[in-house]
């Protein structure tokens, strides 16, 4: 199957400062990319859909200023949370589809724990 | 949006036995995914059904899309220690939205 690749894998950072996550396909092109949160426990919840060469799109409650996300090409996103908090302490993964339509299975990178302290 | 409620939330039986997660939607899914995701790890896609009434098999695991397209189930027969994880239904409407997931132990 395809691969989604996601760097770094764990991470941990001083309140306050930014981490960035990279999110790439390896072996094919996606204009579209997913990222997602996941707290102990709990289900994946959509943060924001990456759009390649436009804004990404943002899910309800999800603060786009603190998020940043970057598709500036097609088989690479980045997700950067800035000015990280304990709070924003979560893993975090990244999925992408070869095809586009309803009915793409979804390719998800190995995900990224985030520790803030 | 579109929701879709998964039960039960956790599931621990013994090695053998069968076990079964469902998926439901107050209203008419155009398709329904299936992933699991091991302890630590990342998704990955088990399949999609799409026709209402549809059944898939995968060796000990079999799906079903409900006639209504209002639900779905993952059943596996005969569990081993292998199958542990948790198990997620998901619905893909131009993004991919996960219901609760079902979180099975198998106890050898």
């Known amino acids: 199957g395809a691969v989604v690749s996601q760097h770094p894998s764990r991470v941990i950072c001083k309140s306050g400062t930014s981490v960035k996550i990279e999110c790439r396909s390896l072996?094919?092109?996606?204009?579209?990319m997913f990222w997602y949160r996941q707290f102990p426990k709990q289900s994946l919840m959509l943060m924001a859909t990456?759009?390649?060469?436009?804004?990404?799109?943002?899910e309800q409650g999800v603060e786009k200023d603190k998020f940043l996300i970057n598709h500036a090409s097609l088989t690479l996103s980045t997700l950067t949370v800035t000015s990280a908090h304990p709070e924003d302490s979560s893993f975090y993964i990244c999925?992408?589809?070869?095809?586009?339509?309803?009915?793409?299975?979804?390719?998800f990178g190995q995900g990224t724990r985030l520790t803030v302290v | 949006g579109q929701q879709v409620m998964q039960i039960p939330q956790y599931q621990h039986v013994q090695e053998g036995e069968d076990f079964t997660t469902y998926c439901n939607s107050s209203?008419?899914?155009?398709?329904i995914q299936w992933y699991k995701q091991r302890p630590g790890g990342h998704p990955v896609f088990l399949i999609q059904?799409?026709?209402?009434?549809e059944v898939k098999k995968q060796k000990r695991l079999t799906f079903q899309f409900g006639e209504a397209k209002k639900n779905s189930s993952l059943h596996i027969t005969a569990t081993q220690t292998t199958d542990v994880g948790t198990y997620f239904c998901?619905?893909?409407?131009?993004?991919?939205?996960f219901g609760q997931g079902t979180t099975l132990q198998v106890k050898p």
């Open positions: 999925s992408a589809s070869p095809g586009t339509g309803l009915n793409t299975e979804a390719f």
């Open positions: 072996d094919f092109q996606a204009t579209t």
């Open positions: 209203t008419t899914l155009s398709n």
């Open positions: 998901a619905v893909h409407t131009g993004k991919l939205i």
């Open positions: 990456s759009n390649e060469g436009s804004k990404a799109t943002y």
């Open positions: 059904l799409v026709k209402s009434g």
